[in-house]
């Protein structure tokens, strides 16, 4: 292991280590004071963060966008302190810290028995979500995590979710898929974050007028099993309780190839995605390059 993945891993651990044992205020306190000075230092992910805005919102003003970003970096910060937090919430902490508007979507189809798809963006704090569905719901789910380096680093990531009650599965080695389609079949719940695509082989759609690239594994898992396909929005306000949304399911076209179904599915997605950030822009964690156009070229993906 580097010396820079020791140190990355280092200050995760102490993440979870010590900022879950402060008291609320304070760590809101902390994780503004953070997300000010890492504004203030104009570093890539600001500066992608604030040029992703001005996509979002095509008519801000340069003094707009700063006031996005900096916005934009607290809303990170708060999703990270939070984070850091949650398994020391208390169960009815937990229940009291999400409150999602039309439900009905998924406690209906999860009583249909056939399974359901969540998809999400990187909005506020979809762990909090996840967390949410375990302790409030019961409902146990199955979600899919990015390899991270160093491997030390993923098994925090993959222990700290496990411990908030989701089954956790790497995104790459190629067994994922068929897991998530069994657990479907056998009428469960599986969720996913899907507005960027980690394989350079996603779906490309149109998003905010221009073509981004999206996962295709939702629409497929929700044609290949019968389960549906909901999206889920999620956004901060002023209190300390999360808000969101479960959108109304994506239907399976009627007719077409598999890829042409995918790629209306997906475009569905994205139409879904783009509403809650539009609505809430400041909430959306995207600090990457998403854009085909923002690429670099020689890579295919950043």
Not at 43 to 66: F, M
Not at 97 to 120: I, Q, S
Not at 179 to 184: F, I, S
Request: net charge neutral; with cysteine.
């Amino acid at each position: 292991m580097s010396a820079q993945d020791r140190l990355t891993d280092a200050l995760y651990g102490l993440g979870w280590g010590t900022v879950k044992k402060l008291p609320e205020p304070a760590a809101v306190r902390l994780g503004r004071t953070i997300a000010d000075l890492a504004w203030k230092q104009r570093g890539k992910g600001v500066q992608r963060l604030e040029s992703n805005y001005a996509r979002v919102v095509p008519d801000a003003s340069p003094g707009r966008l700063a006031e996005l970003s900096r916005a934009g970096m607290r809303s990170y910060l708060r999703y990270w302190m939070e984070s850091f937090r949650l398994p020391a919430w208390s169960e009815e902490r937990i229940r009291n810290g999400f409150d999602p508007k039309d439900l009905h979507h998924l406690t209906e189809g999860m009583a249909a028995g056939k399974g359901v798809v969540l998809a999400l963006p990187h909005l506020a704090n979809w762990d909090l979500a996840g967390a949410w569905v375990t302790t409030r719901l019961g409902i146990p789910f199955t979600t899919v995590a990015e390899r991270l380096k160093p491997e030390t680093l993923y098994d925090r990531f993959v222990a700290y979710r496990e411990g908030l009650g989701m089954e956790v599965l790497p995104h790459s080695g190629g067994t994922a898929f068929g897991t998530l389609a069994r657990r479907l079949r056998e009428g469960g719940l599986v969720c996913l974050v899907a507005d960027r695509d980690l394989s350079a082989s996603g779906v490309e759609v149109d998003f905010f007028g221009d073509t981004a690239r999206m996962p295709a594994g939702p629409a497929l898992l929700a044609q290949q099993t019968g389960a549906l396909l909901l999206p889920v929005t999620l956004w901060y306000d002023d209190s300390p309780v999360m808000r969101g949304r479960v959108h109304p399911a994506v239907e399976v076209p009627g007719s077409g190839t598999r890829a042409e179904k995918t790629s209306v599915m997906t475009q569905a997605l994205a139409d879904a995605f783009a509403t809650g950030i539009a609505d809430h822009p400041e909430d959306w964690h995207m600090l990457q390059r998403l854009w085909l156009a923002d690429l670099d070229p020689a890579k295919g993906s950043t």
